[in-house]
Protein backbone atom coordinates (compact mmCIF):
# COMPACT_ATOMS: atom_id res chain seq x y z
CA UNK A 1 0.00 0.00 0.00
CA UNK A 2 1.58 3.33 -0.98
CA UNK A 3 0.90 6.33 1.55
CA UNK A 4 0.82 9.83 0.48
CA UNK A 5 1.13 13.21 2.61
CA UNK A 6 -0.82 16.09 1.44
CA UNK A 7 -0.45 19.25 2.72
CA UNK A 8 -3.58 21.31 3.20
CA UNK A 9 -2.85 24.30 0.66
CA UNK A 10 -3.69 26.73 3.47
CA UNK A 11 -1.01 25.16 5.79
CA UNK A 12 2.79 26.91 5.11
CA UNK A 13 5.90 24.77 5.14
CA UNK A 14 9.79 25.82 5.08
CA UNK A 15 9.34 24.53 1.60
CA UNK A 16 7.15 26.45 0.03
CA UNK A 17 8.16 29.14 -2.17
CA UNK A 18 8.02 33.09 -1.15
CA UNK A 19 5.02 34.71 -2.09
CA UNK A 20 5.63 37.34 -4.61
CA UNK A 21 4.15 41.03 -4.76
CA UNK A 22 1.79 41.43 -7.50
CA UNK A 23 2.90 43.90 -10.13
CA UNK A 24 1.44 47.37 -9.45
CA UNK A 25 1.01 46.11 -5.68
CA UNK A 26 2.25 49.06 -3.68
CA UNK A 27 5.49 48.11 -1.03
CA UNK A 28 4.89 47.57 2.40
CA UNK A 29 5.44 50.86 4.47
CA UNK A 30 8.58 49.01 5.74
CA UNK A 31 10.18 48.57 2.18
CA UNK A 32 9.36 52.36 1.65
CA UNK A 33 10.72 53.92 4.63
CA UNK A 34 13.64 51.49 3.47
CA UNK A 35 14.00 52.71 0.16
CA UNK A 36 13.52 56.67 0.87
CA UNK A 37 15.99 56.45 3.75
CA UNK A 38 18.42 54.68 0.88
CA UNK A 39 17.49 58.05 -1.20
CA UNK A 40 18.00 60.58 1.69
CA UNK A 41 21.31 59.28 3.42
CA UNK A 42 22.75 58.93 -0.62
CA UNK A 43 21.69 62.80 -0.99
CA UNK A 44 23.26 63.18 2.63
CA UNK A 45 26.67 61.82 1.41
CA UNK A 46 26.55 64.20 -1.96
CA UNK A 47 25.95 67.62 -0.02
CA UNK A 48 28.87 66.55 2.60
CA UNK A 49 31.18 66.01 -0.32
CA UNK A 50 29.93 68.88 -1.98
CA UNK A 51 30.46 71.18 1.10
CA UNK A 52 34.12 69.57 2.00
CA UNK A 53 35.02 70.22 -1.14
CA UNK A 54 34.11 74.03 -1.15
CA UNK A 55 35.46 74.16 1.90
CA UNK A 56 39.28 72.75 0.39
CA UNK A 57 39.09 75.51 -2.09
CA UNK A 58 38.75 78.06 0.36
CA UNK A 59 41.60 76.53 2.26
CA UNK A 60 43.80 76.19 -1.08
CA UNK A 61 42.71 80.15 -1.90
CA UNK A 62 43.44 81.44 1.56
CA UNK A 63 46.64 79.93 1.48
CA UNK A 64 47.43 81.73 -1.83
CA UNK A 65 46.08 84.73 -0.05
CA UNK A 66 48.93 84.41 2.76
CA UNK A 67 51.36 84.07 -0.10
CA UNK A 68 50.16 86.98 -2.08
CA UNK A 69 50.19 88.82 1.35
CA UNK A 70 53.77 88.19 2.22
CA UNK A 71 54.85 88.80 -1.56
CA UNK A 72 53.28 92.43 -0.85
CA UNK A 73 54.83 92.73 2.62
CA UNK A 74 58.13 92.12 0.64
CA UNK A 75 57.65 95.17 -2.16
CA UNK A 76 56.78 97.42 0.74
CA UNK A 77 59.85 96.07 2.60
CA UNK A 78 62.02 97.16 -1.06
CA UNK A 79 60.06 100.70 -1.24
CA UNK A 80 57.34 102.38 0.14
CA UNK A 81 55.33 105.44 -1.07
CA UNK A 82 52.83 107.93 0.13
CA UNK A 83 50.19 109.51 -1.95
CA UNK A 84 50.02 107.30 -4.83
CA UNK A 85 50.19 103.48 -6.30
CA UNK A 86 53.87 103.23 -7.58
CA UNK A 87 56.96 104.74 -8.43
CA UNK A 88 58.59 103.34 -11.55
CA UNK A 89 61.20 104.00 -14.02
CA UNK A 90 60.01 105.09 -17.37
CA UNK A 91 62.19 103.99 -20.87
CA UNK A 92 63.98 106.70 -20.15
CA UNK A 93 64.93 105.81 -16.80
CA UNK A 94 62.99 108.52 -15.34
CA UNK A 95 61.27 107.92 -11.91
CA UNK A 96 57.63 108.36 -12.48
CA UNK A 97 54.63 108.38 -9.87
CA UNK A 98 50.98 106.50 -11.20
CA UNK A 99 47.98 106.78 -9.32
CA UNK A 100 45.34 104.36 -8.90
CA UNK A 101 43.76 106.10 -11.75
CA UNK A 102 46.84 105.74 -14.25
CA UNK A 103 48.13 102.36 -12.23
CA UNK A 104 48.66 100.96 -16.04
CA UNK A 105 50.97 103.72 -16.62
CA UNK A 106 53.42 101.46 -14.43
CA UNK A 107 52.39 98.25 -15.87
CA UNK A 108 55.90 96.11 -17.29
CA UNK A 109 58.39 99.15 -15.73
CA UNK A 110 60.59 98.27 -13.56
CA UNK A 111 59.14 98.88 -9.81
CA UNK A 112 60.96 101.44 -7.47
CA UNK A 113 58.08 101.56 -4.46
CA UNK A 114 54.40 101.26 -3.87
CA UNK A 115 51.90 102.32 -1.44
CA UNK A 116 50.10 99.66 0.98
CA UNK A 117 47.53 98.73 -1.66
CA UNK A 118 49.66 98.78 -4.55
CA UNK A 119 52.04 96.58 -2.78
CA UNK A 120 48.91 94.21 -2.87
CA UNK A 121 48.92 95.22 -6.62
CA UNK A 122 51.84 94.10 -7.43
CA UNK A 123 52.31 91.31 -5.59
CA UNK A 124 49.30 89.70 -7.24
CA UNK A 125 50.37 90.56 -10.94
CA UNK A 126 49.96 94.04 -11.63
CA UNK A 127 47.62 97.08 -12.30
CA UNK A 128 46.13 94.28 -15.07
CA UNK A 129 44.66 92.06 -12.08
CA UNK A 130 43.64 94.97 -9.60
CA UNK A 131 39.87 94.29 -10.32
CA UNK A 132 40.14 90.34 -9.65
CA UNK A 133 38.65 88.12 -6.78
CA UNK A 134 42.34 87.41 -5.32
CA UNK A 135 43.01 90.87 -5.39
CA UNK A 136 39.66 92.10 -3.71
CA UNK A 137 39.99 89.18 -1.28
CA UNK A 138 43.11 89.85 0.01
CA UNK A 139 42.60 93.96 -0.12
CA UNK A 140 39.29 92.03 2.46
CA UNK A 141 42.05 90.42 4.99
CA UNK A 142 44.33 93.51 4.90
CA UNK A 143 41.37 96.12 5.78
CA UNK A 144 40.30 93.14 8.55
CA UNK A 145 43.54 93.56 9.62
CA UNK A 146 43.33 97.11 9.84
CA UNK A 147 40.07 97.63 11.31
CA UNK A 148 38.93 94.24 13.57
CA UNK A 149 39.90 92.68 16.01
CA UNK A 150 42.31 89.70 15.30
CA UNK A 151 41.10 86.51 15.46
CA UNK A 152 37.52 87.97 15.02
CA UNK A 153 36.27 86.16 11.57
CA UNK A 154 36.50 88.14 8.28
CA UNK A 155 33.02 89.32 6.36
CA UNK A 156 33.56 88.09 2.83
CA UNK A 157 31.96 90.00 -0.17
CA UNK A 158 31.10 92.98 0.84
CA UNK A 159 29.01 95.35 -1.36
CA UNK A 160 31.35 97.20 -4.19
CA UNK A 161 30.69 100.60 -2.60
CA UNK A 162 31.45 99.20 0.79
CA UNK A 163 35.17 97.63 -0.85
CA UNK A 164 35.69 100.84 -2.23
CA UNK A 165 35.03 102.65 0.91
CA UNK A 166 37.18 100.57 2.20
CA UNK A 167 40.30 100.87 -0.20
CA UNK A 168 39.94 104.23 0.65
CA UNK A 169 40.23 103.62 3.98
CA UNK A 170 43.94 101.87 3.60
CA UNK A 171 44.94 104.38 1.22
CA UNK A 172 44.29 107.26 3.82
CA UNK A 173 46.13 105.22 6.11
CA UNK A 174 48.54 104.89 4.48
CA UNK A 175 49.03 108.54 3.34
CA UNK A 176 48.48 109.60 7.01
CA UNK A 177 51.59 112.25 8.02
CA UNK A 178 54.38 110.31 10.10
CA UNK A 179 52.82 106.54 8.60
CA UNK A 180 56.53 104.59 8.11
CA UNK A 181 57.11 102.18 5.81
CA UNK A 182 57.44 99.48 8.94
CA UNK A 183 54.21 99.85 10.11
CA UNK A 184 52.65 99.21 6.87
CA UNK A 185 54.88 95.79 6.72
CA UNK A 186 53.61 94.87 9.83
CA UNK A 187 50.27 95.56 9.20
CA UNK A 188 50.57 93.26 5.73
CA UNK A 189 51.88 90.58 8.21
CA UNK A 190 49.07 90.96 10.81
CA UNK A 191 47.44 90.22 7.36
CA UNK A 192 49.33 87.37 7.34
CA UNK A 193 48.09 85.65 10.34
CA UNK A 194 44.29 86.98 9.89
CA UNK A 195 44.35 84.45 7.02
CA UNK A 196 46.16 81.46 8.99
CA UNK A 197 43.24 82.43 11.88
CA UNK A 198 40.77 81.72 8.58
CA UNK A 199 42.59 78.86 7.25
CA UNK A 200 42.28 77.25 11.37
CA UNK A 201 38.73 78.00 11.28
CA UNK A 202 37.48 76.71 7.94
CA UNK A 203 39.47 73.80 8.53
CA UNK A 204 37.71 73.18 11.77
CA UNK A 205 34.64 73.19 10.21
CA UNK A 206 35.59 70.04 8.26
CA UNK A 207 33.62 66.84 8.86
CA UNK A 208 34.74 63.11 7.59
CA UNK A 209 32.77 61.95 4.96
CA UNK A 210 31.75 58.57 5.32
CA UNK A 211 30.08 56.38 2.30
Known sequence: ???EFRVPHDVDTDASPAPSTPTG???????????????????????????????VAHLH????LQRLLTGARGVV???WIQHSWFAYLDEHGHLRKASSAAALAAQ????????????VVSAAGGPQVVHSQQVQR?????????????????????????RMARVRDLTTWNDRPG?????????????????????ERVAARRVPVSG
Not at 61 to 64: F, K, R, S, T
Not at 108 to 119: D, I, K, M, N
Not at 156 to 162: H, L, M
Open 108 to 119: GRPLVAACLVGA
Open 138 to 162: ALDLVWHALATDEGRPVLWCPAPDV
Open 77 to 79: ERG
Open 61 to 64: ELDD
Open 179 to 199: RTSAEVASLLLTAERVAVHEA
Open 25 to 55: TVPSDTTRRTGLRGVLDRLAVRRAVARDRRL
Open 1 to 3: MTL
